[in-house]
């Protein structure tokens, strides 16, 4: 969360358990200040639990393990693309 506050990613790529603030809860930090900030949860678990716990967070994407490169390719290029679109509505809206 530290790196977050200093960095201000435009997106996060982060494990359910984690040793001291776990994906889930770091999610919530993260929308609390950020909702534009786009959140990639990875997990070894499929528990509906989980998964709709991060819906309810707001994340972009919950990808199980274990996961391969274009996995990963393809949720990173829907972040960047959701990312330049909600920049360019901005853009556009502003004038």
Partial sequence: F???LEKKPDI???DILMPRLDG???SKEIKNISNE???IISSAYSDTKY???????GVFGYIIK?????QIDDILIKCSDS?????NWKSINKK
């Fill in 37 to 39: 900030t786009k959140i």
């Fill in 51 to 57: 998964l709709l716990e991060a819906i309810e967070i």
């Fill in 66 to 70: 274990p996961y391969n490169k274009q």
């Fill in 24 to 26: 889930l809860k770091l």
């Fill in 12 to 14: 996060v790529i982060t």
């Fill in 83 to 87: 990312i330049s679109y909600e920049k």
């Fill in 2 to 4: 530290e790196v977050y």
